[in-house]
């Protein structure tokens, strides 16, 4: 399977404790972007990377996120001191950079409980 | 406030028969409307995706209308299967840029039996 991967799928942790999720894109895909859903809700806008610049980061990213590209492959999402309010679904997506209207493929998400 | 609204916020129809879904938005200008379908506890699936320019597109038993006049889209799903019960969401991507995707907050479809 060469689809967007996400992992961990699934993360329970403590409240206070800091987390990292990882994502693979779609191999040569070099637009990369990290969404945010909560139950019901569509998915929110976190950040955008081209390459390994984030060119794009949403005010929802407080600074106790952080997210990396560094070579421009995979990327990372980490939350630092972890609220009950970050529980969601973190979703990445990838698409390639010719035209406006390419298909963004996203991943299966990474749930992430904070008890 | 919110940008991309989508009716009904849920809905139930019998297998075979077939349905719409509405979706109003407010982003202007943009650059592409797309319709994604996601099953409960997984990623957005790409359906549609139509520029300011086209009227209509089609997938399948899915097809997707748009008026940018009026902003609004419809997606109809012709004779319903069990499997196409899930989230439909409709995202506006403004234009210039990147493709920033701005969400609905989608419309539950069950296709009861």
């Known amino acids: 399977d060469t689809g967007v991967s996400q992992n961990p799928r699934h993360k329970i942790t403590k409240r206070g404790q800091n987390v990292t999720f990882r994502c693979d894109p779609i191999?040569?895909?070099?637009?990369l972007y990290w969404y945010r859903q909560t139950l019901g809700q569509g998915p929110e806008f976190l950040t955008y990377?081209?390459?390994?610049?984030?060119?794009?980061k949403s005010r929802l990213l407080s600074d106790r996120f952080s997210a990396e590209r560094p070579k421009g492959s995979f990327s990372t999402l980490e939350i630092q001191r972890t609220e009950q309010g970050d529980s969601a679904m973190y979703l990445c997506?990838?698409?390639?950079?010719?035209?406006?209207?390419?298909?963004?493929?996203f991943g299966e998400g990474s749930w992430l409980t904070v008890v | 406030k919110n940008q991309v609204e989508q009716s009904p916020q849920s809905l139930i129809i019998l297998e075979g028969k077939n349905c719409t879904l509405q979706c109003n938005y407010t982003v202007s200008p943009f650059s592409n409307l797309r319709w994604y379908k996601q099953d409960t506890g997984r990623g957005p699936v790409s359906l549609t995706i139509m520029t300011f320019s086209e009227n209509t597109k089609s997938n399948g038993r899915y097809t997707a209308t748009l008026d940018a006049d009026t902003k609004q889209s419809s997606l109809h799903i012709t004779a319903s299967q069990l499997s196409d019960s899930a989230s439909y969401i409709c995202v506006v991507s403004p234009s210039g840029g990147y493709n920033k995707l701005i969400f609905g907050a989608g419309t539950r479809l069950a296709v009861h039996p």
């Open positions: 997506a990838s698409s390639p950079r010719t035209g406006g209207r390419n298909t963004i493929y």
């Open positions: 191999s040569e895909h070099n637009r």
């Open positions: 990377f081209q390459n390994e610049a984030q060119l794009e």
